[in-house]
């Protein structure tokens, strides 16, 4: 079973990766999303204080038919929220979810999506990122659905070679290049 091998499948998880790396205090290196799983490379920032317009505006985005109830909210509850945005385990549960929702409505189903929680490892390094990245790019070489990384579509390293990665962690900073050029051949070497 390999509902995320469609394209409309794919294309609806990768905008809500987008979606909610945008209110979520994250940075997403990287992506690959594979016929029954996908692979996700984020960085969540240290907890701090975020401003109560902001806070506003990203629960307006979350729960955009709940403006009376927002409205209600008291410091905790703001306080809980402002927390979840810098948890891990909230951003993978509201996409999960949010995916699954929408699955069920198009296909008329019901139940879970996701066969188990997520898997999470700790990357200590920009090393261990990038090789990270590098085995999540290869994904599709290895399961032999294309010669080369890049051919793959729901791949960050797709968007990255045809210049849609605005939204991902500059390849730039990542490969310790001057320039985008230069940083994306690198990157090709190593994959």
Same mark, same amino acid.
């Given at each position: 079973?390999?509902?995320?091998?469609?394209?409309?499948?794919? &294309?609806?998880?990768?905008?809500?990766? /987008?979606?909610?790396?945008? $209110?979520? /205090?994250?940075? @997403?290196?990287? !992506?690959?999303?594979?016929?029954?799983?996908?692979?996700?490379?984020?960085?969540?920032?240290?907890? $701090?204080?975020?401003? +109560?317009?902001?806070?506003?505006?990203?629960?307006?985005?979350? #729960?955009?038919?709940?403006?009376?109830?927002?409205?209600?909210?008291? &410091?905790? %509850?703001?306080?809980?929220?402002?927390?979840?945005?810098?948890?891990?385990?909230?951003?993978?549960? =509201?996409?999960?979810?949010?995916? *699954?929702?929408? #699955?069920?409505?198009?296909?008329?189903?019901? $139940?879970?999506?996701?066969?188990?929680?997520?898997?999470? *490892? @700790?990357?200590? =390094?920009? /090393? +261990?990122?990038?090789?990270?990245?590098?085995?999540?790019?290869?994904?599709?070489?290895?399961?032999?659905?294309?010669?080369?990384?890049?051919?793959?579509? $729901?791949? =960050?390293?797709?968007?990255?070679?045809?210049?849609?990665? %605005?939204?991902?962690?500059? @390849?730039?900073?990542?490969?310790?290049?001057?320039?985008?050029?230069?940083?994306?051949? !690198? #990157?090709? /070497?190593?994959?």
């Amino acid at each position: 079973w390999y509902p995320l091998a469609e394209a409309e499948n794919q &294309q609806k998880l990768l905008q809500l990766i /987008q979606f909610y790396a945008k $209110g979520y /205090q994250c940075k @997403i290196y990287g !992506y690959c999303i594979m016929g029954n799983h996908y692979h996700l490379i984020i960085e969540f920032l240290k907890p $701090g204080k975020l401003s +109560a317009k902001f806070l506003k505006e990203k629960a307006m985005a979350f #729960y955009p038919r709940s403006e009376a109830l927002i409205d209600l909210w008291d &410091q905790d %509850k703001w306080d809980h929220f402002e927390k979840r945005l810098f948890d891990v385990s909230e951003f993978m549960r =509201s996409l999960n979810r949010a995916f *699954t929702n929408w #699955y069920n409505a198009k296909t008329n189903s019901r $139940g879970t999506f996701w066969a188990d929680r997520f898997k999470s *490892t @700790i990357l200590k =390094s920009k /090393q +261990a990122v990038q090789e990270c990245m590098l085995y999540v790019d290869l994904n599709p070489v290895r399961a032999s659905l294309v010669d080369h990384p890049e051919d793959y579509v $729901g791949s =960050s390293c797709h968007l990255r070679l045809v210049g849609k990665d %605005k939204w991902l962690v500059n @390849i730039n900073s990542l490969m310790r290049c001057d320039n985008r050029k230069e940083a994306l051949k !690198y #990157y090709r /070497q190593l994959l």
